[in-house]
């Protein structure tokens, strides 16, 4: 059933960041062209686009707190507006630890979502293994993962994936058998997973996807192979815009920090990351600055879309 109310498909790419034209910035050059004549601007440093239909700029993923940004605080901030950097009176790498958790587990956008009434998913796909290493301590919850169990609905899994009901986190599947050790999962093209994704949304009021290959080829610092991917996550985004925005709905793409966009360094950036929002609601975005910014203006334009079909729990 299609979701009446407003409908957000939440895109998060690990480890993008905008920055000027250079060699060494695998985003020069068109690579991401698609999506690019979709904006009317690169995505370079200085985005800068505004129409009724599209927003696009850079967000500050630093928080104000001194230091290269990092995945723990900035996926906590970017799930929960929380400043999680200066909470914990720094910037935190990797995977949530307890403090990061407990905010997490209190509140981020997919629980709130949940627990109005508004039908919310995650669109990427699971394993078993996965699940096992978390259970044996070998292995700790992304902030994704623990926004998902905070909120209590089911994680999709590889059979869903093959069903088409899911989305693997390299966009083509290429990595599922390195991975998990699955060959029965075929390799898929990314329009064919764009179509995927924007069925997921067409049936909830927000719905999360999340790719780290970005942020994995950043710090290898390979131009050649992150341009690669780029042309990818392109075909996929630029489909997946046009898929979405038909049906509709409204499509926020984001970061927690820059990386791929400097292959000088295998270090993070304090670039700011991109904003980009394709659909009716994209003008709610236009106050936003910083990746903190960004669970708000999701929860106020489903929150409104709830209320309008009898879901009062929203508070908006």
């Given at each position: 059933m299609?979701?009446?109310?407003?409908?957000?498909?939440?895109?998060?790419?690990?480890?993008?960041?905008?920055?000027?034209?250079?060699?060494?910035?695998?985003?020069?050059?068109?690579?991401?062209?698609?999506?690019?004549?979709?904006?009317?601007?690169?995505?370079?440093?200085?985005?800068?686009?505004?129409?009724?239909?599209?927003?696009?700029?850079?967000?500050?993923?630093?928080?104000?707190?001194?230091?290269?940004?990092?995945?723990a605080?900035?996926q906590?901030?970017?799930?929960?507006?929380?400043?999680?950097?200066?909470?914990?009176?720094?910037?935190?790498?990797?995977?949530?630890?307890?403090?990061?958790t407990?905010?997490?587990?209190?509140?981020?956008?997919?629980?709130?979502?949940?627990?109005?009434?508004?039908?919310?998913?995650?669109?990427?796909?699971?394993?078993?293994?996965?699940?096992?290493?978390?259970?044996?301590?070998?292995?700790?919850?992304?902030?994704?993962?623990?926004?998902?169990?905070?909120?209590?609905?089911?994680?999709?899994?590889?059979?869903?994936?093959?069903?088409?009901?899911?989305?693997?986190?390299?966009?083509?599947?290429?990595?599922?058998?390195?991975?998990?050790?699955?060959?029965?999962?075929?390799?898929?093209?990314?329009?064919?997973?764009?179509?995927?994704?924007?069925?997921?949304?067409?049936?909830?009021g927000?719905?999360?996807?999340?790719?780290?290959?970005?942020?994995?080829?950043?710090?290898?610092?390979?131009?050649?192979?992150?341009?690669?991917?780029?042309?990818?996550?392109?075909?996929?985004?630029?489909?997946?815009?046009?898929?979405?925005?038909?049906?509709?709905?409204?499509?926020?793409?984001?970061?927690?920090?820059?990386?791929?966009?400097?292959?000088?360094?295998?270090?993070?950036t304090t670039n700011?990351?991109?904003?980009?929002?394709?659909?009716?609601?994209?003008?709610?975005?236009?106050?936003?600055?910083?990746?903190?910014?960004?669970?708000?203006?999701?929860?106020?334009?489903?929150?409104?879309?709830?209320?309008?079909?009898?879901?009062?729990?929203?508070?908006?």
């Amino acid at each position: 059933m299609v979701w009446p109310g407003n409908r957000i498909c939440f895109v998060f790419v690990d480890g993008i960041g905008l920055a000027p034209t250079a060699p060494t910035n695998p985003f020069s050059g068109g690579t991401m062209d698609g999506l690019e004549k979709l904006i009317g601007r690169p995505i370079l440093a200085g985005l800068s686009a505004r129409r009724a239909d599209c927003l696009a700029r850079g967000i500050d993923a630093t928080m104000g707190v001194p230091g290269l940004p990092q995945s723990a605080t900035g996926q906590t901030a970017l799930f929960t507006g929380v400043n999680a950097a200066r909470l914990c009176e720094g910037h935190m790498p990797a995977f949530p630890g307890r403090t990061l958790t407990a905010v997490i587990n209190q509140d981020n956008i997919l629980k709130r979502a949940a627990l109005a009434g508004i039908p919310v998913t995650f669109a990427n796909a699971y394993s078993q293994e996965y699940f096992a290493e978390i259970a044996g301590d070998s292995r700790a919850p992304s902030a994704t993962t623990l926004s998902v169990m905070a909120a209590g609905f089911p994680f999709r899994m590889l059979e869903d994936l093959v069903a088409g009901r899911a989305v693997y986190w390299d966009i083509t599947r290429a990595m599922v058998q390195t991975r998990t050790g699955r060959e029965d999962v075929p390799q898929t093209e990314p329009e064919e997973a764009a179509r995927h994704l924007a069925e997921i949304a067409r049936d909830h009021g927000l719905v999360l996807y999340e790719t780290f290959m970005t942020d994995m080829l950043g710090h290898k610092a390979q131009v050649g192979e992150a341009r690669d991917f780029l042309s990818v996550l392109d075909r996929f985004l630029t489909r997946l815009a046009e898929a979405v925005v038909e049906d509709g709905g409204t499509l926020v793409i984001t970061s927690d920090h820059g990386n791929i966009e400097d292959c000088a360094t295998r270090a993070h950036t304090t670039n700011p990351v991109p904003l980009i929002v394709f659909g009716p609601l994209a003008g709610a975005f236009a106050e936003a600055r910083s990746i903190m910014d960004v669970p708000g203006c999701i929860w106020r334009c489903i929150a409104r879309g709830a209320v309008r079909q009898g879901h009062p729990k929203t508070d908006c």
